[in-house]
């Protein structure tokens, strides 16, 4: 029997014979009937249709009043987004608990279709966070929350994904940040406190650990460094009726002077997120994860142990794991090591904190998925960002040459400054000039570890970049059009790399 979604999709069709009506986003609600659509090159539509009375007042566009049906024919804008997202409300962002997560980061707001058809071609294995972007990728495309929200929603409605997804304000150092990003709607919000981590505790010794201890802020944490030393010091701690975690006077030294202000400035920032914004529904991530050194074990129970006693919650935490982590190649180091701690840290986790681990810097780490997919232990949150925007670049180089030797010719003079606060170790001068490649080379880059974090890391400059003397033609505009053009190609670059990521999780 045919329902009346795809009788719709067919009546749509119909009436707008020069749109690409999308089948999967056909829905009704209130017996108006909404569809995203694609007109020639124009960007993407939403229609509605019913009776004229009855389309919400919220939406804005042209209307087509036929004898028994009232279109109205919208842009996909903020305005546009808001009144879906009021009357559809699996387009709205929600929290995902204790559910395993993978973070699709989109520079770009145009991936999300494809990254929700890697997703549901496997098992639900993972919820989806479609939108997430940190303070450091907004401040360098320019980009606002609510555009990262916006694509998310229209993502949602055209796929017809009504599952639920997270939006993720990541790396957030500020309460400011906080406000610039629940104000869009976000739901998880991911405090960095990498600022406040004493790296320099790693090499101090004893005396100067003990004198720098004293000077922790134990008045704020509640706390004295009596009280503090009583809880941890020679202490033993099993897991999982599996582990057992002796800790030195020296580890526990080490560990508080490392993060003790981490500790203040956490919980600082939950309480301004829970107090100012107690109406919301959200949930916190801690990321450690950009930090000079890893973080152990026995470092990563006291932090959990220290959230738990100053009332902070998580939903996931981000330690800094063993072996090599970079932007957009993967893992480097002893595989085995990583196991093991990645255990002993889920172990913490789920006894301790009864939180999920998250992996930032997740995109291409197919070693690390290969080991812990097996593994298939504890609760993981899963973090790619960079790695979208390399399959659009790979789309570019195989379909405008010209275009991709201009990106990367400014990403190659751009790389040394922008490399500054990403944790690569990229050589550019593996890489000759664009013009000494063939174009048939072009696409080649794309698998070349170099030239990897060379693009990855120069998407600001190069989405923001606009030639003074012809304003229409900026980078971000020219690479839109070609990924407009070969939607199919870059969706099918996208859905592969992301079915790579996700199979070694789907059970064997
Ligand atoms: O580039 C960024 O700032 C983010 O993508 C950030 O690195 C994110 O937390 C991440 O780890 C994505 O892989």
């Given amino acids: 029997m045919v329902d009346n979604t795809s009788l719709f999709s067919e009546v749509f069709q119909n009436r707008f014979p020069d749109f690409e009506i999308i089948a999967s986003s056909v829905t009704e609600q209130n017996n108006i009937f909404f569809a995203s659509a694609i007109k020639g090159s124009e960007k993407k539509l939403i229609l509605a249709a019913g009776e004229s009375s009855g389309i919400p007042s919220g ?24 009144a879906v997202r009021s009357l559809l409300s699996y387009t709205k962002p929600v929290i995902l608990g204790n559910a395993n997560s993978f973070g699709f980061g989109d520079r770009l707001g145009n991936a999300g279709p494809a990254h929700l058809r890697a997703l549901a071609d496997s098992e639900p294995v993972f919820k989806p966070v479609l939108a997430q972007q940190s303070i450091r990728e907004l401040d360098r495309t320019g980009r606002s929350a609510r555009e990262v929200l916006d694509a998310a929603t229209w993502a949602v409605l055209q796929e017809g994904y009504t599952a639920g997804f997270g939006a993720d304000a990541d790396h957030l150092k500020t309460p400011e940040d906080i406000d610039r990003m629940i104000g869009a709607g976000f739901t998880m919000f991911t405090i960095d406190p990498s600022d406040h981590v004493n790296n320099r505790s790693q090499r101090m010794s004893k005396p100067q650990l003990l004198d720098a201890f004293k000077q922790l802020p134990w008045y704020g944490l509640n706390d004295s460094p009596n009280q503090f030393l009583k809880r941890y010091m020679g202490k033993t701690f099993r897991l999982a009726n599996e582990y057992e975690l002796e800790l030195s006077e020296i580890t526990v030294l080490r560990a508080a002077v490392k ?8 919980q600082e920032m939950f309480r301004y997120l829970s ?15 950009e ?55 889920q172990a913490i986790a789920e006894e301790y904190g009864d939180y999920k681990l998250s992996i930032h810097t997740g995109s291409d780490k197919f070693q690390v998925y290969e080991s812990i997919g097996a593994l298939g232990t504890g609760r993981v949150h899963i973090k790619t960002s960079g790695t979208s925007y390399l399959e659009a670049l790979r ?10 030797r201009e990106i990367m010719g400014l990403s190659l003079q751009r790389f040394e400054t922008d490399r500054k606060t990403y944790h690569i170790s990229a050589d550019a001068g593996h890489l000759r000039d664009p013009l000494e490649y063939q174009d048939d080379d072009l696409p080649k880059l794309l698998d070349d570890d170099n030239a990897r974090q060379v693009f990855h890391v120069t998407f600001g400059s190069v989405l923001t970049h606009v030639p003074q003397n012809n304003p229409e033609q900026g980078f971000r505009k020219r690479i839109m059009e070609v990924l407009q053009c070969n939607e199919k190609v870059y969706e099918k670059c996208l859905y592969r790399h992301f079915r790579r990521h996700i199979a070694p999780f789907e059970k064997k």
């Avoid at 109406?279 to 916190?284: F, L, Q, W």
């Avoid at 789309?395 to 991709?404: G, T």
Wanted: glycine share 6%; proline share 3%; net charge negative.
């Fill in 59 to 82: 939406f804005r566009g042209s209307k087509v009043d036929d004898e028994e049906c009232s279109y109205l024919v919208c842009n996909q804008n903020h305005d546009n987004a808001r």
């Fill in 259 to 266: 993060y003790g202000n981490v500790l203040m400035h956490t």
């Fill in 275 to 289: 107090e100012f914004y107690s109406g919301n529904d959200v949930e916190v991530e801690l990321s450690v994860d």
């Fill in 291 to 345: 930090t000079t050194h890893p973080t152990t074990p026995d470092e990563h129970l006291i932090i959990t142990s220290e959230l738990q006693r100053i009332g902070v919650h998580l939903v996931s935490l981000a330690p800094r794991f063993s072996g090599v982590f970079e932007k957009g190649i993967d893992f480097r180091g002893d595989l085995d090591v990583f196991c093991n701690e990645y255990l002993l840290h």
């Fill in 395 to 404: 789309v570019v180089a195989n379909s405008d040459a010209s275009l991709f």
